[in-house]
């Protein structure tokens, strides 16, 4: 096929160019995680295809370099918890991935104009998003998590899971600068376009069906509750460094100011010196103590589960009995399911790779009873200095339902959730802790583990935004951090295991997108070789013709 551009004379071309990369740079931005507007995660895509499918630029690539770092940087900033070198480090990789998918698709594009090649593009970037959630930190950088305010379009990851629904946006901008090429060449798109909008039209069918699915669910009183722990920080750091410090709850995770708070803790971890340390000592006391007052309050409303936000309840190892006992008392006293979610210091000499702190979510039942002791199976990069768990999400069976426990970044893993429907989970417990530029993405993420396995989920969360949802992410609970009052609510929540197709296929779609991709890039290097073949072929007959 003759290749499909538009032949712009400088300087139009160049501006054109310089129009459609900030787009695609702004559009980047409003889609990630510290934004979220659904709208801009399919347009993105459209900008960046008709760039590289139809400008006629020479070395386009070094065009289109320094806006990718750029929106990709700009996105990821104060998202991803690690140092600022290994950031760069990492958006200069991640860029690099996408370039190839893009130079890929316009290769594809340049051999066919038939339909069928808009497929490879979206089937490209759910590979990539595939090998990146199996390889590297999870599902944070699919465009399916930003897609939260379309409630029917996120019931597809009931069947292919978020894959699905990141095919739809990246098949929506292949089509439209599909459909802009042949329309420019006055030739017909009008049956690709149909094909899209049927799809899109089957998918959104599908999804409101299901969100208006039965009405009369199994309801339980549950509870969350998050005590801040901004007074033991500052507490700390008067101790420490004899300042005095107010910290702004929405501090940026990057800030040298929390570097240097996170900094002043090391000698107060490394020595549990309580009498130096009283005043922050006591403070930690009074969270825990908070906690205990706030789930009393949430017995008394009548809650049956409450579950604290992650490592909400703070002590050292020589603490841990105490808390322990104390965490028993309160749930046989009261008839209730307590889910403490606890962080356990151990003193010492903090060297480079030690793991200091046990961070734990001690399941106990209405008779005081210890059920389960879950230790987070995925500790953050970089940020977290816990031991992982052993991969495993306990699910206990209560009165209530089978009850599920996992915590945060854990859920950002979709292979690992789908332990969550092997076992029929009714509702997961999920303690997290958020900080403000991923909130609240992160709690949206989550939602779509329980469209995927066909549970409800409880997300407390510190730093965030709390929710309860039932299997289809319909919103019963939330609560927002950044909100003033306290941090508490008990409502009745759904729960009930319902079947999906997922469970079953898991990420077939993802796999077969990722296969489909495969086969056409070897493909395309057989054909290579066959053709250099040809040519060596050729160049030896004449060779031969003239030697005789």
Same mark, same amino acid.
């Given at each position: 096929?003759?290749?499909?551009?538009?032949?712009?004379?400088?300087?139009?071309?160049?501006?054109?160019?310089?129009?459609?990369?900030?787009?695609?740079?702004?559009?980047?931005? /409003?889609?990630?995680?510290?934004?979220?507007? *659904?709208?801009?995660?399919?347009?993105?895509?459209?900008?960046? /295809?008709?760039?590289?499918?139809?400008?006629?630029?020479?070395?386009?690539?070094?065009?289109?370099?320094?806006?990718?770092?750029?929106?990709?940087?700009?996105?990821?900033?104060?998202?991803?918890?690690?140092?600022?070198?290994?950031?760069?480090?990492?958006?200069?990789?991640?860029?690099?991935?996408?370039?190839?998918?893009?130079?890929?698709?316009?290769?594809?594009?340049?051999?066919?104009?038939?339909?069928?090649?808009?497929?490879?593009?979206?089937?490209?970037?759910?590979?990539?998003?595939?090998?990146?959630?199996?390889?590297?930190?999870?599902?944070?950088?699919?465009?399916?998590?930003?897609?939260?305010?379309?409630?029917?379009?996120?019931?597809?990851?009931?069947?292919?899971?978020?894959?699905?629904?990141?095919?739809?946006?990246?098949?929506?901008?292949?089509?439209?600068?599909?459909?802009?090429?042949?329309?420019?060449?006055?030739?017909?798109?009008?049956?690709?376009?149909?094909?899209?909008?049927?799809?899109?039209?089957?998918?959104?069918?599908?999804?409101?069906?299901?969100?208006?699915?039965?009405?009369?669910?199994?309801?339980?009183?549950?509870?969350?509750?998050?005590?801040?722990?901004?007074?033991?920080?500052?507490?700390?750091?008067?101790?420490?460094?004899?300042?005095?410090?107010?910290?702004?709850?929405?501090?940026?995770?990057?800030?040298?100011?929390?570097?240097?708070?996170?900094?002043?803790?090391?000698?107060?971890?490394?020595?549990?010196?309580?009498?130096?340390?009283?005043?922050?000592?006591?403070?930690?006391?009074?969270?825990?103590?908070?906690?205990?007052?706030?789930?009393?309050?949430?017995?008394?409303?009548?809650?049956?589960?409450?579950?604290?936000?992650?490592?909400?309840?703070?002590?050292?190892?020589?603490?841990?009995?105490?808390?322990?006992?104390?965490?028993?008392?309160?749930?046989?006293?009261?008839?209730?399911?307590?889910?403490?979610?606890?962080?356990?210091?151990?003193?010492? =000499?903090?060297?480079?790779?030690?793991?200091?702190? &046990?961070?734990?979510?001690?399941?106990?039942?209405?008779?005081?009873?210890? /059920?389960?002791?879950?230790?987070?199976?995925?500790?953050?990069?970089?940020?977290?200095?816990?031991?992982?768990?052993?991969?495993?999400?306990?699910?206990? &069976?209560?009165?209530?339902?089978?009850?599920?426990?996992?915590?945060?970044?854990?859920?950002?893993?979709?292979?690992?959730?789908?332990?969550?429907?092997?076992?029929?989970?009714?509702?997961?417990?999920?303690?997290?802790?958020?900080?403000?530029?991923?909130?609240?993405?992160?709690?949206?993420?989550?939602? /779509?583990?329980?469209? &995927?396995?066909?549970?409800?989920?409880?997300?407390?969360?510190?730093?965030?935004?709390?929710?309860?949802?039932?299997?289809?992410?319909?919103?019963? *609970?939330?609560?927002?951090?950044?909100?003033?009052?306290? =941090?508490?609510?008990?409502?009745?929540?759904?729960?009930?295991?319902?079947?999906?197709?997922?469970?079953?296929?898991?990420?077939?779609?993802?796999?077969?997108?990722?296969?489909?991709? *495969?086969?056409?890039?070897?493909?395309?290097?057989?054909?290579?070789?066959?053709?250099?073949?040809?040519?060596?072929?050729?160049?030896?007959?004449?060779?031969?013709?003239?030697?005789?």
């Amino acid at each position: 096929m003759e290749q499909i551009s538009i032949n712009h004379r400088l300087p139009g071309k160049k501006l054109l160019a310089i129009i459609l990369l900030t787009l695609a740079v702004f559009a980047k931005i /409003l889609a990630g995680p510290k934004l979220s507007i *659904a709208v801009f995660a399919w347009l993105e895509p459209v900008f960046l /295809l008709y760039f590289f499918r139809m400008m006629a630029l020479k070395r386009k690539l070094l065009w289109a370099l320094p806006f990718m770092l750029l929106g990709n940087f700009i996105a990821a900033y104060d998202v991803i918890p690690f140092p600022l070198p290994v950031l760069i480090v990492l958006t200069i990789l991640s860029t690099f991935k996408e370039m190839v998918v893009f130079v890929l698709d316009k290769k594809i594009c340049q051999q066919s104009d038939q339909f069928i090649a808009s497929l490879f593009f979206p089937a490209a970037c759910v590979a990539l998003e595939f090998i990146n959630a199996k390889t590297g930190g999870g599902a944070w950088w699919s465009v399916a998590n930003s897609q939260y305010s379309f409630p029917w379009l996120l019931q597809l990851a009931s069947v292919t899971g978020i894959w699905g629904i990141s095919f739809m946006l990246y098949w929506f901008g292949s089509v439209a600068i599909w459909s802009f090429q042949r329309y420019q060449h006055n030739q017909n798109f009008k049956r690709g376009i149909v094909i899209f909008a049927t799809t899109l039209t089957i998918v959104m069918v599908f999804g409101s069906i299901r969100m208006a699915g039965e009405t009369e669910q199994r309801k339980i009183k549950i509870a969350g509750l998050t005590v801040p722990a901004f007074g033991y920080l500052e507490a700390m750091y008067k101790t420490a460094t004899g300042k005095d410090i107010t910290i702004n709850p929405r501090l940026s995770i990057a800030s040298q100011e929390l570097q240097q708070i996170n900094l002043a803790q090391i000698p107060f971890i490394e020595t549990a010196d309580t009498v130096k340390y009283k005043t922050a000592y006591h403070a930690l006391e009074k969270i825990n103590d908070s906690l205990f007052v706030l789930s009393e309050q949430a017995a008394r409303e009548g809650a049956k589960i409450i579950t604290w936000s992650e490592a909400n309840a703070i002590g050292f190892s020589f603490d841990e009995k105490r808390l322990m006992e104390r965490g028993k008392f309160f749930a046989a006293r009261n008839h209730v399911y307590l889910l403490m979610a606890i962080a356990i210091l151990e003193p010492g =000499k903090i060297t480079f790779g030690k793991k200091f702190i &046990e961070n734990k979510a001690v399941f106990i039942g209405p008779d005081g009873t210890v /059920l389960n002791i879950f230790h987070k199976n995925k500790p953050v990069p970089f940020a977290e200095n816990s031991e992982p768990g052993d991969g495993k999400i306990p699910v206990i &069976e209560t009165p209530y339902g089978r009850i599920a426990t996992s915590i945060c970044y854990d859920a950002d893993f979709p292979s690992e959730m789908q332990q969550l429907a092997d076992n029929k989970a009714d509702v997961l417990l999920l303690p997290s802790g958020d900080w403000y530029s991923i909130s609240p993405y992160h709690t949206h993420m989550a939602v /779509l583990r329980g469209i &995927e396995n066909g549970c409800s989920v409880v997300r407390q969360v510190s730093g965030g935004l709390s929710v309860a949802v039932d299997y289809r992410g319909k919103q019963y *609970a939330h609560l927002d951090f950044y909100k003033n009052g306290t =941090k508490l609510w008990v409502n009745d929540v759904p729960v009930g295991y319902r079947f999906t197709l997922y469970s079953i296929a898991g990420n077939l779609f993802a796999c077969l997108c990722l296969l489909c991709v *495969a086969g056409v890039i070897i493909y395309m290097l057989f054909q290579m070789l066959a053709e250099k073949i040809k040519k060596n072929k050729s160049g030896l007959k004449q060779f031969g013709s003239l030697s005789l």
